[in-house]
């Protein structure tokens, strides 16, 4: 059974950083890619940031590119979301997901870590 657990989020000032941590288990992820999505308040899923297992290939929203790093430790399993210069428009529950190269739509999905930037 596929399990992401998240952790990581938490309040941090303006400016500050964070890094998010996906534990992924329950089968191999090597044909996979892992993505991280973000739910504000009042306001729709988005897509934050990807990364394709094998290759490392990575994919950012606009509204991230040069402030957050996607990376991943074969080793642990684990994908990382560096987040650098945060901003308070980047308060949201953060998700981990993860869906197969042969698939569009993303099959698993972790419970959420809340991060918090206050002004």
């Known amino acids: 059974q596929v399990q992401l657990v998240e952790s990581g989020g938490g309040l941090v000032q303006v400016g500050g950083s964070l890094r998010l941590s996906c534990a992924a288990s329950g089968r191999s992820f090597s044909s996979y890619a892992v993505g991280w999505f973000r739910q504000a308040p009042g306001r729709e899923r988005e897509f934050v940031s990807a990364i394709r297992w094998n290759s490392g290939n990575t994919d950012y929203a606009d509204s991230v590119k040069g402030r957050f790093t996607i990376s991943r430790d074969n080793a642990k399993n684990t994908v990382y979301l560096q987040m650098n210069s945060l901003r308070p428009e980047d308060t949201a529950v953060y998700f981990c997901?993860?869906?197969?190269?042969?698939?569009?739509?993303?099959?698993?999905w972790g419970q959420g870590t809340q991060v918090t930037v206050s002004s």
């Open positions: 997901a993860a869906r197969s190269l042969l698939r569009k739509n993303y099959d698993y």
